[in-house]
């Protein structure tokens, strides 16, 4: 058995839940500033997991785990170290500590879901299909106490029965893990069945263990209501999900926050840490819950870009802050990339053929309805007398992605950026044969932004060159320590907003990819340097 590191506690404590989808670094740093003690990270696949690479990001002061397309599939830094759990969806002792042995330098504590009722995970064998399989939890529970250095958990449902639970729970505690997280509900049941409370206390009775209460969200509306929570369970710690992810200041001791405070402050997290706009947008969709149907929900259900949200929530300077300092930055950081001037990457394929490559999102709307760069390329090539291109598309089964590789004039062109569908990814595809070819791709060249600006910049948020806010990188982190400090510790020299700004408020000195598309942008123009393949 390895050696043990300081023990996180599990007494006396306030938990955001795992939630797919939520559970990334800028919401989980959101919690940690309102005053959560313990974050889980969403339920990350042992499979998916075993595909990624851990990379040192020392531009953003991060530990990436990047798939070899350049999905971040976990982040982590520093500043949740002490406080973040890794939580494993796994079947299989074996990759479950293979899992656990990737992050247990990075993380606090390691937990396993055994609760989990969707479809994806019981048909998997995992989550609450685990339930009635008690030889296999104490296999999996068993193998990470005695294989990993951090503490162990779990997290699970009831059973249909209360001699059932209480048997199950005894057999997870004989595993040695230090806490148990209990959601009061059976695998069939959902929010709007009540929680069986009764249940989560028996089980406090019947372990020696920490029990931390979860499934109360719906009787949560206040700080105050958490501790009643705690009390009427009669469990050590208490654990949210639904009610922090509508709003997460339901973890401040001074009171709630109005929800669109605490939207704002979760799109300063999420710029600073470049996530995928795609899931800063259904976080901020789940947090403005209940208002999606006003002005501002229709406005933020229409967005496609972060220009469009941010203006919602008057952020807009914020982000042209952040994005202009990026760009400053990365002019320095493209040679040490291994690319060329405007990030083009040229390589060897299989067959011998050179290949260029650079990183481009297709964005529909940046384009006028009668023009795609398809289109002009199909025009050039005729104009040229050239054959037309021929693109050849592929699907990555693991989440239905396209990639396109173009040939054109015995020469073959791809984006390095996986797209939703067969007609973008050729798209992108004939963006980057343009950019090679020095054709404009025909995108709508957009007028200034009438957006306010501060009178008089002040030194703390309207950033300069010197104080350069970096974006999201993988392959650079090595090779950049003497261009710039991390963003976080750029951002903390910004001590608070200027009057002039939006907001008025103080940065929080927490300030701040499903794991997803969480990729380095390298201008306002949807270019992306993909650093995570090498």
Known sequence: ??????????????????????????????????????????????????????????????????????TVVFRTCDREKESVIFQIGSADHARALRVAKMVEKDVAAIDVNMGCPKSFSIQGGMGAALLTQPTKVKQILSSLVNGVSVPVTCKIRILPTLEETVSLVKLIEGT?????????????????????NDVIKAVVEAVN??????????????????????????????????????????????????????????????????????????????????????????LLMQ???????????????????????????????????GLEGDGVRKRRMEDGTEITEMAFKFIRKKYPDSVSPKLILHEYAKKNRIRPPVYHTEQKLSDRSFQSIL?????KFTSILWEKSKKYAEQAAAVVCLKDLGVDDGRKVESARQSPRPTKPCANCCVSADQKVVANDTRTAE????????????????????????????????????????????DGEDQICQTGNG
Not at 43 to 51: A, H, R, S, T, V
Not at 407 to 411: A, E, G, I, L, M
Not at 487 to 505: F, I, R, S, W, Y
């Open 407 to 411: 040939t054109f004039s015995d020469r």
């Open 479 to 522: 090779t950049s320590r003497d261009v710039g400090t991390s963003l976080v510790e750029k951002v903390d020299d910004a001590a608070a907003l200027c009057e002039n700004c939006e907001g008025k408020q103080r940065l929080s000195q927490d300030g701040i990819d499903r794991p997803s598309e969480n990729k380095l942008r390298l």
């Open 1 to 70: 058995m390895p050696d043990k590191k300081p023990k996180m506690t599990f007494e006396n404590k306030l938990m955001l839940a795992p939630m797919v989808r939520i559970g990334t670094l800028p919401f989980r740093l959101l919690a940690l500033e309102y005053g959560a003690d313990i974050v889980y990270c969403e339920e990350i696949i042992d499979f998916k997991m075993l595909q990624c690479k851990r990379i040192g990001n020392d531009l953003l002061g991060t530990v990436d785990f990047v798939m070899d397309d350049g």
């Open 303 to 337: 967005a496609q870009l972060w220009e469009e949200t941010c203006a919602i929530w008057d952020m807009t300077t914020y982000m042209e802050h952040t994005q202009r300092a990026r760009k400053e930055l990365l002019v320095k950081l493209k040679g040490k990339c």
């Open 176 to 196: 040695g893990v230090s806490a148990l997280a209990v959601h009061g509900r059976m695998k069939e049941e959902r929010p709007r069945h009540k929680n069986h």
């Open 209 to 298: 263990i920490p029990v931390i209460a979860n499934g109360g969200s719906a009787e949560i509306h206040s700080y105050e209501d958490i501790e009643k929570f705690r009390q009427e369970t009669g469990a050590s710690s208490v654990m949210l999900a639904r009610c922090a992810q509508w709003n997460p200041s339901v973890f401040r001791r001074q009171g709630m926050l109005p929800v669109e405070d605490a939207i704002r402050a979760y799109i300063r997290y999420a710029l600073l840490y470049d996530n995928p706009f795609t899931n800063s947008k259904y976080t901020i969709q789940q947090m403005f819950h209940e208002h999606l149907c006003s002005e501002k929900g229709t």
